[in-house]
Structure formats: C-alpha cells, structure tokens
C-alpha cells in the first residue's frame, strides 16, 4: 500500500518557527484535530511532545484520550457528550445552552464569537456564561474566538482582534468581581500569530503552520515552513500503451507514441481526489497522472518501483482549487505512517 512518510527535521524546524514567534514551546499548542490534519494523531502527537509542546487541541474527547499522556493541557473544540472529566482537559463551549451538559468540576473554555458566526457564545453573553458556570461550580480557564479570515488582506483581522479586546477587559472585570482566577485568553491561528506583531496572549493555536503551511504566504511576507508529510506509491504493474491506445476509465489518455506506463497503488479511495482529463498534475520528479484517477490506482508515464506522488501539496490545492488543509486531511487515515 502507499505509505505517508513525516519528515521529523521539517516538523521541528516549523515548531522552531513557531516557538519563535510565540516567545516559547509553552505558548504553542499543536492543533491535531482530524488525525493531525491527515498526519496521524498519534504520530504527531508523540513527535511534538517529544519537541517539547505541552498543549494541543483537537476536536473530540476520543482523541484527547488517544493522547492524553503526551500533553498537560488538551482543549476539545467540538464535543457534544461531554462524557469523561480529566484534569488535562479543557472543553470548548460553543453555546450558553451546553453549560447544563458540562460535569461539575470540568475545565471549560469559553468560545466568544466576534465575528466569524459560527461557533460560540455573544460578547454580550459573556457575563451570563460565567454566572450559569460558576453556580454549577465549572471552572473557566480559557476564553477564546476564532479569525474568519487572518490569512486574506481585507480588515476582518483588526475588527475581531478589536471585539476580542473588548471581551478580554470584560472578563477582567467579572472574574475580579467574582473573585474568579484570570483564565487563559487564546484567539491565534497560524495565520493570526504570523500577522501578530507582538504575540501577549496565552497560547497560539497552531494547525496547519506545524504541517508547512501558510496559505497566502507571499502577501504577508510570513517566514518560509517545510512540509512535513510526502506521499509515496508503489508500482502494481507496467505496460507498454502502444501509440493511439488509451489508459483507465473513459479513455481519455491518448498515447501520441509507444510509452512505458504503470500504475501506482494510490487513488481517490485513499483520499487521493480524482484528477480528470480537465486536471492535469506531475510528481515532483516529473511524471504526469496519465488520464483519470482511479479508486485505488493512478496511472504514471514511469516503471519506477516507487515513486514520491508529493512532497509539497501547494500545487495539487492549486489543481483542485481548493486550500492545502483540505488535500492532506482528505488523506485515508489507514494509510500508513513512517518517521523520518
Ligand atoms: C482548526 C482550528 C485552528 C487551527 O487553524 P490553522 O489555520 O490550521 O492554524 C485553530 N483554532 C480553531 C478553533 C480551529 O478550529
């Protein structure tokens, strides 16, 4: 089967970065939700710890228990149940109404919407939300938001940094009043730590940076990352598509003149998304995908044993005009990882 190989060095060369900006490896918390982006849960898990990150976040309770030895401190974006208390945990809360579903004593982390309209609770909310948590004796140690948009130029950027401001001296203002500890404030993605000049809050919340990625990189002038995950494929079989032949479904390969071809044990029923006539993409040693993709093959102009199929998904976001986070997370997760 093709195998993921994670380059170790590019990862703890994008978390040098990372720390850098942040100030240090403490105010870093590695964004795993997904299996890591399509990275493996587990193995970038064990890797970031082993770099020295002690938060992480993910989306579900599953995984923070999948990991729950590797890191001090977990927030859970998306959990719904709410079923397991832990110290190390600390769960998100998208609405006022989920506060009577959280176990006493939880950690929770409060999500302010301040602009972006999709999860959390209003500015306007946020004395309430603190009153219904405290009477059920729930303790708030973050409160955080998202950007809508830090990796496009346009002011969505300023205007929610400016309403999280707002919030933040707010909470000041409760928890002195509730004789409540100050918990931790959090609103940097990659994209909003690399556009924050001088980074004061907690902790970033780093996705896809760790992975060696920044979308809009250029526009920004944001430091060069190294991706970390490349694809490979073995060979199923070789032939000779004689001139005038055609390879795979639909035909639509055409051979101008006798070529070695074979076929590679990857395709869109590995998350590998479909390339059609329409879609032209070559490896990074120059092999073009000859004709459509297959559910569990590719066809290339080669009869190499293996061949990298990636190494930087820039170009295959670009073929599918859609963004790098959306062709590594689309990844089946079976496919097999090694550290090197
Ligand atoms: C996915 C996610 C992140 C990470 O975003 P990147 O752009 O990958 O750095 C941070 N915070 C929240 C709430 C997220 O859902």
Redesign the pocket.
Known sequence: MAKILLNKENLFYNFDVISNKTGSKEKVAV?L?DNA?GHGLIEIGTLASEYGIKKA?VRTIDDALKIEKLFDYIVI?AEKTFHTYSHTFHI?LNSLEDINKLPKNSNVHI?VDTGMHRNGILPEQIEEAFLGLSKREINVTGV?T?HKG??ELSTNFFWQKAVFSSVKENVKRICEQLSLPLPAFHS??????FRTSNFDESFA??????YGYLDNADIFKFPKLKPVMSLWANKLSSRILKKGQSTGYGGKYIAEENIVISTYDIGYGDGFLRLNERKSYTTPKGYKVLGRVSMDNLCLNTDDEKVCIFDDVNALAQVHDTIT?EITTTLNPNIEKEIV
């Open positions: 964004v939700k982006y976040v974006l998100a999500k955080f998202h830090a990796d940097c993605n990659s994209a909003a730590l919340r780093v996705g896809i940076a760790t986070y």
